[in-house]
């Protein structure tokens, strides 16, 4: 159980617990697809996508531009295609279109009046800022993977949002879609956490690899954590 009056800050994964990233992965990639004659369903498409960006992420530290590239490469090889210059500089900013869950904007609204916010991303900060304008409601702080270089889930990224915000791990609640990125990391760093289980009844871990780890709470969505929190 939380106790949500203990709670002075709630920090944030954004792609895929409040911008429905595989929505926006997979619309992406279908005009490359289309134009290479490749046939894969989403549902085969987003675990290679998991795969790929995983391994390059936990390498020597690139912009995440480059890693939306080297997905595709990767993509590419896989599936015996050679994407264009263009394909690949547009998937690699196709970020800021990525849709925002439609309950994410007045979940964050609400949650503001009593809580702290951020945003602890994978992403580049410039990317970062289309995507908060999609969001709307301003964060206090916003830690990305460019000013930490390293990626979820490594921890240096959640010690840099706790070393930043200057309060307690006792006083934070981490709230995301990812096992493997975010709950199990900050965790082990003490934080509690909010599993947001975007896919609820679907098969598989979609776009993030497998991982196991216990949450100490589980909601479909953000309005439910907005109305468990009382506000």
Excluded at 60 to 81: D, I, N, S, T
Aim: include cysteine; charge should be negative.
């Amino acid at each position: 159980m939380i106790d949500f009056d203990a709670v002075d800050v709630l920090t944030f994964d954004c792609y895929g617990t409040l911008i429905d990233w595989e929505r926006g992965i997979v619309s992406a990639l279908a005009p490359v697809f289309a134009a290479h004659r490749v046939l894969l369903e989403p549902d085969r498409a987003l675990p290679v996508f998991a795969e790929l960006e995983a391994a390059l992420e936990a390498g020597p530290y690139m912009e995440y531009r480059a890693v939306l590239a080297g997905v595709l490469q990767g993509m590419g090889e896989r599936l015996a295609f050679v994407p264009t210059p263009e394909q690949l500089d547009a998937f690699s900013n196709s970020v800021g279109a990525w849709p925002p869950f439609p309950d994410s904007a007045d979940a964050l609204r609400r949650l503001k009046t009593r809580y702290k916010l951020a945003v602890i991303s994978n992403v580049d900060d410039d990317l970062f800022a289309h995507t908060a304008r999609r969001l709307g409601t301003p964060f206090d702080w916003v830690v990305t993977a460019q000013q930490v270089r390293s990626y979820k889930p490594a921890l240096a990224n959640f010690e840099r949002a706790i070393e930043q915000i200057g309060v307690a791990p006792s006083g934070i609640l981490h709230v995301a879609q990812s096992l493997y990125h975010d709950i199990a990391p900050a965790k082990s760093l003490g934080l509690a956490t909010v599993w947001v289980n975007r896919r609820q009844g679907k098969r598989g871990f979609g776009a993030t690899p497998p991982a196991k780890a216990e949450p100490d709470l589980e909601v479909p969505d953000l309005k439910t954590l907005a109305e468990r929190a009382g506000t």
